[in-house]
């Protein structure tokens, strides 16, 4: 069974930076760097939204617009990692953060949550101004 665990949120100024990472294991095959990985976000009130996702073997990467220029999702296959490396943070960004993991390769465009398969358990992430 595969196991996403997140780390990295926590508490920061407008501004300010953070990175969070997920940690993946369970993978029966070894075969981490075949999936496509997301992050997603929710804060209160709101729907679960994807912040970012990267191919396979980090082929292509895709972002929502509210991130563009100032989030980074990168993955180290080799270590079964997913980091997500966010700059200029600004309180529209409080939220908690979620990794995600799908059954395919390819990420489309625009994914929705009921398009990953496995979810860690996130990791809060407060800007204040």
């Known amino acids: 069974q595969v196991q996403l665990v997140e780390s990295g949120g926590d508490s920061v100024q407008a501004g300010g930076s953070l990175r969070l990472s997920c940690a993946a294991s369970g993978y029966t095959y070894n075969n981490y760097r075949d999936y496509c990985m997301g992050w997603f976000r929710q804060a209160p009130g709101k729907e679960r939204e994807a912040v970012a996702t990267i191919s396979q073997e980090g082929g292509r990467t895709h972002y929502t617009e509210a991130v563009k220029g100032r989030f980074t999702i990168s993955r180290d296959d080799a270590k079964k990692m997913l980091y997500l490396q966010m700059n200029s943070l600004s309180p529209e960004d409080t939220a908690m953060y979620y990794c995600?993991?799908?059954?395919?390769?390819?990420?489309?465009?625009?994914?929705?949550?009921?398009?990953?398969?496995?979810w860690g358990q996130g990791t809060q992430v407060t800007v204040s101004s």
């Open positions: 995600a993991a799908a059954t395919y390769g390819y990420c489309l465009d625009f994914l929705r949550p009921r398009d990953f398969a496995y």
